[in-house]
């Protein structure tokens, strides 16, 4: 059992990963629609890997014995059309969600709940992961010099990008 302030939290942390979802599947579709497959691409697969991380919560809510709680999902808002900028701008989300997952961290080590700061730790070491694909793209970038080959050619690596994550959320939580 976890106490319900940590359910409350994981709560909304589950609505955060699902706006991250929301965010990065309008970003794909934008730039799928300027011509830009293979970040397009990418992006749906960040899509997918957010949604395995509200799913991941979702699971163990339900394994905690504690209702799974849904919330209204803002809008995603973003006005960069150059993929730098747009990079540039995942990358500040992810130091935002960072943050979060932080915050549910110390709020597991206040509580002494060693279940969820076990939970938690997937999550920070999954955060550097994020952190650190986008801050490799935007170098690959600066390293291209921003140029339009240089972004069709990022372009299409980008779009090499396949899924890392389970699909199938029926497999998640339930002791599986
Ligand atoms: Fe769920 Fe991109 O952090």
């Known amino acids: 059992m976890i106490s319900k302030k940590m359910a409350d939290r994981i709560n909304e942390q589950i609505n955060r990963e699902m706006f991250s979802a929301y965010l990065y599947m309008a970003m ?9 497959h293979g970040v397009g691409k990418w992006l749906m697969v960040q899509y997918h890997e957010e949604m395995f991380h509200a799913m991941k919560f979702y699971g163990y809510l339900q394994d905690q ?9 803002a809008v995603p808002s973003f006005k ?7 990079f540039q701008h995942v990358l500040e989300h992810e130091k935002g969600v960072t943050k979060s997952i932080n915050e549910i961290m110390a709020q597991a080590i206040e509580e002494k709940d060693y279940a969820t700061q076990s939970l938690a730790q997937w999550y920070v070491n999954e955060q550097i992961e994020e952190e650190k694909n986008d801050m490799d793209i935007l170098q690959t970038i600066e390293l291209v010099g921003n140029s339009a080959h240089g972004l069709f050619l990022v372009n299409i690596e980008l779009g090499k990008r396949g899924l ?3 699909s199938d959320f029926t497999k998640l939580g339930g002791g599986d």
Do not use: C, H, Q
């Open 164 to 166: 890392g994550v389970p």
């Open 80 to 86: 960069e059309t150059g993929i730098k900028e747009l």
């Open 65 to 73: 014995g504690s209702a799974v709680e849904l919330k209204a999902l």
């Open 28 to 36: 794909s579709a934008r730039m799928t629609e300027a011509g830009y």
